[in-house]
Every structure is written in C-alpha cells, then in structure tokens.
C-alpha cells in the first residue's frame, strides 16, 4: 500500500517562502507522475503544479508560474514544492498526489491527508 506524507506547511507573511515536502512510501508504487493541489473552502481543488516520475520541467497554474517550483528526489522517494514570494491567495490545504500529472484532480489516484499553509498580509 502506497502512502503519500505531507510535511512543511505553516503559517507565514506576504513575501515569504515555503518549502513543502511529500514522501512516498510503500512497495507496490508504480511511478506515478506527482502533482500538488491546494484547497480552500467553498472551492474545488485547484491544480498547482506536476513533475513526471521521469524527471525533467514541471507543469505550473498561471497563478503559480514564476513562484513555485516543483522538484523531487527519486533517491529519497520525495517531493518538494518550494514556494517563494507568498500571497494571501495562496492560503489553503496543500495536497500531494500520484497520477497522471495532469490539470485534474479526478485523474489522480493517490493523495496524502494535506499540509495547511497560511499566508497573512
């Protein structure tokens, strides 16, 4: 059984930076793309960013571009999604995902339980 473990979230200001983490754990993971999404109340879980298991550039929400960046290390069976220049939008439950790495969530199949991060002005 394949289990995805969120840590890193936090509370922080307008600015500043974040760096998320997801271990993945289990035997019978099947290298499966990895994505972050993010929740807030009252709203469907938007996309964030997606690396392919493989390796190279990762896929971004507008919103995100030029901000986040998500990376991983095949060696420690984790992913990171460093955030940097934080806003107040960005407040929500952060979830890692396996699955196919793209925009929607429906076609992902593994989720760790979320990490909240709070960003005030």
């Known amino acids: 059984q394949v289990q995805l473990v969120e840590s890193g979230g936090g509370s922080v200001q307008t600015g500043d930076s974040l760096i998320l983490s997801c271990v993945i754990s289990?035997?019978?993971?099947?290298?499966?793309?990895m994505g972050w999404f993010r929740q807030v109340p009252g709203i469907e879980r938007q996309f964030v960013a997606s690396?392919?298991?493989?390796?190279?550039?990762?896929m971004y929400a507008e919103f995100v571009k030029g901000r986040f960046n998500i990376s991983k290390d095949n060696a420690k069976n984790t992913v990171y999604l460093q955030m940097n220049n934080l806003r107040p939008e960005d407040t929500g439950v952060y979830y890692c995902?396996?699955?196919?790495?793209?925009?929607?969530?429906?076609?992902?199949?593994?989720w760790g339980q979320g990490t909240q991060v709070t960003v005030s002005s």
């Open positions: 289990g035997t019978s993971y099947g290298g499966y793309a």
């Open positions: 690396i392919s298991w493989i390796g190279g550039a990762g």
């Open positions: 995902a396996g699955g196919s790495g793209s925009f929607y969530a429906y076609e992902y199949k593994l």
